[in-house]
Nanobody, 125 residues
């Protein structure tokens, strides 16, 4: 499995921006499609964004499309989530996840077997 560590969460006001980072250990990062999921209090973990191994394919949940951008730097073994125009409903713990080696990118939680510990994002009104 892939070891993942998220960072960059925090408390911001509505309309602000945050950039989440996820660093992976090892030298095989480019084998994995990556995703960001989020879990709000009392709700199930949901898909936010995902990116293919090369970065040429991305998917977004409708709720974040046009505001969030996922990107990756395989040389730095990292994936990022740029979040703009944040809304209170974006408040959640954000998790980075890695897919199975060489698998195509999807939006399905069960296709991502490796997870980070999460980083909290709180957006105040």
């Amino acid at each position: 499995q892939v070891q993942l560590v998220e960072s960059g969460g925090g408390l911001v006001q509505a309309g602000a921006s945050l950039r989440l980072s996820c660093a992976s250990s090892g030298r095989t990062f480019s084998r994995y499609a990556m995703g960001w999921f989020r879990q709000a209090p009392g709700k199930e973990r949901e898909f936010a964004a995902s990116i293919s191994r090369s970065g040429d394919t991305t998917y977004y949940a409708d709720s974040v499309k046009g505001r969030f951008t996922i990107s990756r730097d395989n040389a730095k073994n990292s994936v990022y989530l740029q979040m703009n125009n944040l809304k209170p409903e974006d408040t959640a713990v954000y998790y980075c996840a890695a897919g199975r080696p060489f698998a195509v990118v999807t939006t399905t939680r069960s296709d991502f077997p490796s997870w980070g510990q999460g980083t909290q994002v709180i957006v105040s009104a």
